[in-house]
């Protein structure tokens, strides 16, 4: 089979195309033809590198996966060749307390497709049974790649952790990215009022469209004090945060008193500096979110199937153009996901 593979770290042009032999599935996985993968920031850090955090090379990246069963193993039932699926994107070991207790990504063996075991970067990739998910028959395999980790992010972050409610005011940045379009819409479906950032007018206005109410260019304005002005000092309730140390300081002059930071992720980078007398004499909850549980994605998959909350896909890429897809999300030039079509 065609795919892409990493053997070691560094820029777009260690995302190697190899032919492979396809993986053989044992008896609880399916074979699934990829049919559309999207690209999401994690890629980025696998391909790259993290210090400390040992990749298992070569590898084959891709966590968000739509494709279509081509062999099942005994053990997976309901779920016959030729069934259209979506991955769920991160598995567990299935049998531990935090698993049992349907909090699969607190297990100590999670891991996630495209980083700890080959992703949807190719023609083929092996599953358990238990990850797939009927595809809804409102979506095509492109939108439904642009599904499953963004909105179970974004679920698990501002539902799960958050408690996000009716009234809240919810500060989410980087509105034109993957994981904040997909908070917006469910901030929306929340009954919260939004508040949301983005680099250039064109993705504000997309933004307005899934639904922000409030819109601010943090290229040109301090966030901050453009939050504080718009819920008259008051500050907002939970503040989705993802791009760390850039907007960190931002985040805590822009949370209200016993309001919550929920991040996720660090795409300017990792340290980030906080006064901790605004933690404590406001009262902010800080709090950590990674991934989400397969109850959690169906969940989310129910809402899309329904239409309450929809995919944004900016532009496909051909596999053999996954370097270039790399570039192109690095720029931050695109609204939503960028997916790969293996077949093309």
């Excluded at 089979?1 to 070691?8: A, G």
């Excluded at 006064?275 to 989400?292: A, E, H, Y």
């Excluded at 989310?300 to 596999?319: E, K």
Aim: aromatic letters at 6%; glycine letters at 12%.
């Amino acid at each position: 089979m065609r795919c892409v593979r990493i053997h070691e770290h560094g820029g777009p042009e260690v995302l190697r195309g190899e032919e492979i032999d396809p993986p053989e599935i044992r008896a609880d996985e399916a074979l699934v033809r990829v049919k559309a993968s999207g690209l999401n920031h994690l890629d980025l850090w696998v391909r790259r590198g993290v210090p400390g955090h040992p990749f298992p090379l070569p590898l084959i990246p891709g966590c968000d996966i739509a494709g279509v069963v081509e062999e099942a193993g005994d053990l997976v039932e309901g779920f016959p060749p030729g069934t259209k699926v979506i991955v769920s994107p991160g598995f567990s070991c299935g049998r531990c307390l935090e698993c049992l207790s349907g909090r699969h990504s607190l297990c100590r063996d999670y891991g996630i497709f495209g980083e700890t075991r080959d992703g949807g970067n190719a023609e083929f990739v092996a599953v358990p049974g238990v990850n797939l998910i009927p595809l809804p028959g409102n979506l095509d395999f492109v939108a439904a790649a642009a599904v499953p980790l963004v909105f179970l992010t974004a679920w698990h972050m501002l539902v799960t952790r958050g408690g996000v409610k009716p009234g809240d005011v919810v500060l989410v940045h980087a509105g034109g990215s993957g994981v904040g379009s997909a908070a917006i819409q469910i901030a929306k479906l929340f009954g919260a009022e939004v508040i949301t950032t983005a680099s250039t007018e064109e993705k504000l206005a997309k933004a307005a469209e899934l639904g922000a109410d409030h819109l601010i260019d943090y290229t040109k304005r301090d966030f901050a004090r453009e939050v504080r002005a718009l819920t008259g000092k008051r500050g907002a309730d939970i503040v989705f945060e993802h791009t760390g140390e850039a907007t960190w300081e931002g985040s805590l002059r822009s949370v209200a008193r016993g309001g919550k930071i929920v991040t996720c992720g660090a795409t300017s980078g990792f340290r980030a500096v906080s006064d901790l007398r605004v933690v404590f004499f406001k009262q902010v909850s800080i709090l950590g979110s990674t991934m989400g549980s397969y109850g959690e994605v169906l969940e989310v998959v129910s809402h899309v199937a329904a239409g309450r909350l929809r995919p944004v896909v900016d532009r496909t890429f051909p596999l053999s153009e996954v370097a270039e897809a790399h570039r192109y999300v690095e720029s931050r030039r695109q609204f939503g996901k960028v997916v790969i079509l293996p077949e093309a």
